[in-house]
């Protein structure tokens, strides 16, 4: 049962108002143009060609460098996608760590580096800035390096420095290995050559030193090299091509060859580093 207050519109008034209604609704679909999206002109309106892009994404500059030079076989650079890292902040000088190495001396050498112990330190600790200490008790040089050290190749110059005066050679020689980076020494044993035992192996040592030593100094003159004899084992200091030479020539001297064919040898090679340096 309808409240007492409401009004009650009459039958002929409602069927007008749905009428007028209808009339309007006709008319403004009539006047509305139809939009073909095909044809359209507007430049806001994408086209079915046109590629398509969510309208929450950019494209990406490799979208667009496709929708300008659509070519496959063109190569893409997408230049915007590289990384970029801040400049490195200067680091925290570490905390230096000392490194030790400890050389033994045969005894038979220990003598000798007493003597020219004034020699040996200097170029040591002046040069490769190492610290360096004689340890008489234990038989051995020790190195270290230091806050100075600068190289980081400087314990093993030092290393190969003492090596060299253990293994025969004279102080001024040895220091070269500290000057020059093209220097190497090279060991090899009389019998490696040539089985040779008793006196046989006398005259064969013999023969590569020569009366007073004439024999080794031609060979380390006419090969710029430096050659220690300690007992059955050879040891020649000097560079790559130079080595090659006086091992020759120290192995023609083993093998039995008379010392005037070994001069003429190295006359002849000795000419020819002249003629190539």
């Known amino acids: 049962m309808p409240a007492p207050t409401a009004l009650v519109r009459a039958p002929e008034k409602l069927a007008e108002d749905e009428a007028s209604r209808t009339v309007e609704g006709s008319t403004l679909i009539e006047q509305d143009p139809v939009i073909d999206p095909t044809t359209s002109t507007d430049p806001t309106t994408p086209s079915q060609n046109a590629p398509f892009h969510p309208a929450h994404t950019k494209p990406t500059p490799l979208q667009q460098d496709q929708e300008v030079n659509p070519d496959p076989d063109r190569m893409q650079i997408d230049t915007d996608s590289r990384p970029v890292f801040p400049p490195e902040k200067p680091s925290k000088p570490k905390h230096h760590r000392s490194e030790t190495r400890k050389i033994p001396i045969p005894p038979h050498r220990l003598t000798p580096l007493k003597t020219h112990w004034p020699k040996i330190y200097p170029p040591l600790v002046e040069h490769l800035k190492l610290q360096v200490r004689m340890n008489v008790k234990a038989r051995a040089v020790e190195l270290r390096t230091s ?53 046989h192996l006398g005259r064969a040592i013999g023969r590569i030193a020569g009366k007073d030593g004439k024999t080794k100094f031609a060979i380390e003159n006419a090969s710029r090299t430096r050659v220690s004899l300690m007992g059955g084992t050879v040891h020649i200091l000097g560079g790559f091509q130079n080595i090659r030479v006086a091992r020759e020539a120290v192995v023609s001297l083993i093998l039995g060859s008379p010392p005037s064919k070994v001069y003429g040898n190295l006359r002849t090679v000795s000419a020819r580093m002249k003629e190539r340096f």
């Open 147 to 199: 806050a100075q050290t600068t190289s980081s190749a400087a314990l093993q110059q030092g290393d190969d420095f003492v090596k060299a005066f253990t293994l025969g050679f004279d102080v001024d020689d040895a220091v070269a290995l500290l000057r020059l980076d093209d220097l190497y020494i090279e060991t090899f044993e009389v019998r490696d050559v040539k089985m040779l035992q008793g006196d």
